[in-house]
């Protein structure tokens, strides 16, 4: 028995290009339960940053909804988009995007919600992520793959119902970024979240429960992984 | 804020440069307004350090004291008129000779009665009441870089009257000359000497306390302290004008600071971004950016204003510096104010970063 965390119903969006119109998205639907991680593939330009923006409240869709645990959000005026980024979503950014003169302690508490300060302790999650030695270390003393546990564990410090991860695995080795996936996986599976990932590379393809592929602005459902 | 203070603490070589320019800039505003008082000093400090509130001067005299004149009598019926003190002051400028010297020495006769409340307080030697001494004269302690000592006695070059130095007094100049006062019967007897007609009478009446406006004299009128200092020839023009130079030198720089922190904000247009995209609001983004300003600023107003008392004590005697502490904090804390108020312009900036530039490759 699950819910849908993350619904994304007929969302269209084109850009001005030159004199007429690109459309990067075309009436993409996709929904995502509770406990579930997916990848979307694709080439660059293929929307797959649109997709992700659209997703995480950072840009509005042409057409269409986005339901985050059944709450219209795409319905909510802008003001209001930034809580929903804060409470709701926990994003993952290629190349980690730590904040430089933020020891790792810092950059959870920084990031964290009041609220979430008795739901989420950081400790646990420091160490779930293996990460208690880099507790007092600025990024630039950490290597590739601490960082963006680092940055994983960023995004899930206020419990958020959904994580969307774009490239989370672009600047690390393939044993690395593999390693990192899977921890987003076991969160996922462990909390019951819904996991968007947005990537183009392969090699992380086994740890993903079902496969997308975004060509000409299409959604389109690859191989389906049985489960087991 | 903690946030700020974190990032100030890691970006510290960055940011101590950034402090250097600050405390360079403010004290370099600090010390010219420094610099600026004690010129103004020089004009006024005879008159501005006198304990008294108002002149009595004639009503031709344009609230000039130096070509007032007021008949003998005038000072008897002002003070039968009034509780209030009132005494004389006659100001002359002549010249004084060092004994076996031919160098003329400028001074500014301050005629005063001997013991009344305009004459300064002594630092060295005594005061002009003084036994033994048929001409005293109490110098301000410029004369003693000319090598003066208490106990030398001075000429007056015109009439070679001979002063006996008595003491020293400080800070005491008008329109850019020492002051040296004299007793009102010294003063009498030096005018006598260059025109046996001299008919005596006082330049102004000075007054302090009690009920000025009992005081009423045909031909003369009350003039405030702060009024008589304004009509000091030149010396509204010249402040004015070195006023404004110092306030151009503290906007111009606050401008500057703000221009830097302009430029940081752009440079960290990504991060700013991701923060952004993370759920930080422009109010928290725009709370850090004012709190690093604030801290640089007031941090480097603190330093600046040490360096700048700390120069004035080490600087030679000569040097017309003047800062009172309540000068140099108004300078400072607008100063302080405006770097905040410039940093509006890094906050519009932040508030206008689209957080999408988080996602994907994109600008780094």
Redesign the interface.
């Known amino acids: 028995m699950s819910s849908t965390l993350l619904h994304v119903s007929h969302v269209s969006k084109s850009y001005q290009d030159g004199e007429g119109k690109k459309e990067v998205l075309h009436d993409v639907s996709i929904r995502v339960d509770a406990g579930e991680i997916v990848a979307i593939l694709g080439p660059s330009g293929s929307g797959k ?1 649109t997709f ?2 659209i997703a ?1 409240m ?2 509005s869709p042409d057409e269409g909804e986005v339901f985050i645990a059944g709450d219209n959000v795409s319905a909510l005026p802008k003001s209001k988009w ?2 929903v ?3 709701r ?1 926990g ?1 993952i ?2 190349n980690h ?1 730590l ?4 020891k790792t302690k ?1 950059q959870l508490d ?2 964290q ?1 009041k609220e979430f300060k008795d739901v989420v302790n950081t400790e646990e999650l420091l160490n779930e992520l293996d990460i208690t030695s880099c507790r007092n270390k ?1 990024p630039s003393k950490m290597s590739g793959g601490e960082k963006q546990r680092t940055a994983i564990a ?1 995004a899930l410090i ?1 419990d958020p119902d959904i994580i969307l991860a ?1 490239e989370p695995t ?1 600047s690390l080795d393939s044993e690395r970024g593999h390693k990192a996936v899977e921890m987003i996986r076991s969160a996922v599976k462990k909390r019951g979240k819904a996991a968007v990932i947005v990537t183009h590379d392969e090699r992380i393809l086994d740890l993903m429960d079902r496969i997308y592929r975004l060509e000409n602005g299409r959604l389109i459902a690859a191989t389906e992984k049985e489960e087991d | 804020m903690k946030h700020a203070w974190k990032e100030l603490i890691y970006g510290k070589r960055k940011y101590i440069l950034i402090e250097l320019l600050l405390i360079l800039l403010m004290f370099m505003v600090l010390f010219l307004t420094g610099l600026a008082e004690g010129l103004g000093r020089a004009v006024i400090a005879g008159i501005d350090t006198m304990d008294a509130e108002y002149y009595l001067l004639d009503d031709s005299a344009e609230k000039l004291i130096t070509v007032s004149s007021l008949k003998e009598e005038v000072y008897e019926e002002v003070k039968s008129m009034t509780s209030s003190s009132v005494t004389t002051l006659d100001i002359q400028r002549m010249y004084l000779v060092k004994e076996g010297d031919t160098e003329k020495i400028n001074v500014m006769y301050f005629a005063v009665e001997p013991g009344s409340f305009v004459e300064p307080s002594v630092m060295e030697g005594n005061g002009l009441s003084a036994q033994g001494a048929e001409y005293p004269i109490l110098l301000d302690d410029d004369f003693k870089l000319k090598g003066i000592a208490v106990g030398d006695t001075v000429y007056d070059s015109s009439t070679d009257l001979p002063f006996t130095v008595v003491g020293f007094t400080k800070d005491q100049m008008y329109g850019h000359v020492s002051i040296g006062f004299i007793s009102t019967e010294t003063y009498t007897e030096l005018r006598t000497k260059l025109n046996p007609m001299y008919q005596k009478s006082y330049h102004a009446l000075v007054i302090r306390n009690g009920d000025v406006d009992k005081i009423s004299v045909d031909g003369a009128a009350l003039v405030k302290k702060a009024d008589v200092i304004k009509n000091i020839p030149s010396y509204t023009a010249e402040h004015s004008t070195i006023t404004m130079i110092v306030w151009v030198l503290i906007i111009i720089s606050a401008v500057i600071i703000g221009i830097f922190h302009y430029i940081m904000t752009l440079q960290k247009r990504k991060q700013f971004g991701v923060m952004k995209a993370l759920g930080m609001t422009n109010g928290t983004l725009s709370g850090v950016v004012v709190c690093e300003v604030g801290a640089l600023s007031i941090f480097a107003a603190a330093v600046s204003l040490g360096l700048t008392f700390g120069m004035a004590a080490a600087m030679p005697q000569t040097m017309p510096f003047y800062l009172k502490m309540s000068n140099a904090v108004v300078v400072l804390a607008a100063f302080v104010v405006i770097s905040i108020f410039s940093s509006i312009l890094s906050i519009v900036n932040i508030s206008r970063i689209d957080p999408i530039i988080a996602i994907g490759g994109g600008e780094e």
């Open positions: 940053s992700l923006s995480g950072l840009l930034v809580g980024r804060k409470n979503i994003f950014f290629q995007q904040l430089p003169y933020l810092d920084m990031f919600s600025y960023r206020n774009d672009a």
